[in-house]
């Protein structure tokens, strides 16, 4: 894969994507720290001062190179509202492998925003980041985030569980490949 060190924003139909900023991070504290949101997230900290410090660390990062994820925010053309986020990063030791994630704020969720945000990552990652697989965990409770990946055109290639901490979670990979 070839990182993208000059990552320009993704314009869709109705969205903009571009890197998240620190001036981001109320609103994304504001619906990540939603209980009904968070307990499907892998952000620990969703508090205002956290996220900021999340989206710093990764300011840096261009997409596709090892060592983490790069957070983009998702805004409504027409209005500047920032409505999400998507996040995307190289899988560990799988060449090619590219992973993604998404939020939505939930006063913008059913409209379709996170399948558009969804579509046009998957695009950049095989088009500007040259993957070959774009891949996408879910708990195997979160039916709104698999049905994104669904239409976004992955298919469930593995359901699993996994203890963290004396919890047990099960879970789904979605993946999509170039072909």
């Not at 994820?69 to 492998?97: C, F, H, N, Y």
Request: charged share 30%.
């Amino acid at each position: 894969m070839t990182p993208d060190h000059d990552l320009e924003p993704i314009v869709t139909e109705r969205l903009l994507l571009r890197r998240s900023h620190a001036d981001d991070a109320p609103t994304i504290s504001a619906y990540r720290s939603d209980p009904q949101v968070h307990r499907y997230q892998g952000w620990e900290r969703t508090d205002h001062e956290g996220v900021r410090e999340e989206i710093e660390s990764m300011a840096s990062r261009a997409p596709g190179e090892p060592g983490g994820w790069v957070q983009l925010s998702v805004e409504e053309r027409e209005t500047g509202r920032l409505v999400g986020d998507v996040g995307m990063s190289p899988a560990e030791d799988e060449p090619g492998v590219i992973k993604v994630g998404y939020t939505m704020d939930p006063a913008f969720q059913g409209r379709g925003y996170a399948t558009e945000a969804v579509v046009a990552l998957i695009a950049y990652a095989f088009d500007a980041l040259g993957a070959d697989v774009v891949r996408a965990y879910a708990s195997a409770a979160n039916l709104p985030s698999i049905r994104v990946a669904e239409k976004a055109g992955m298919r469930l290639v593995e359901r699993f569980e996994r203890t963290y901490e004396g919890e047990t979670w099960q879970g789904v990979r979605y993946e999509i490949d170039r072909s």
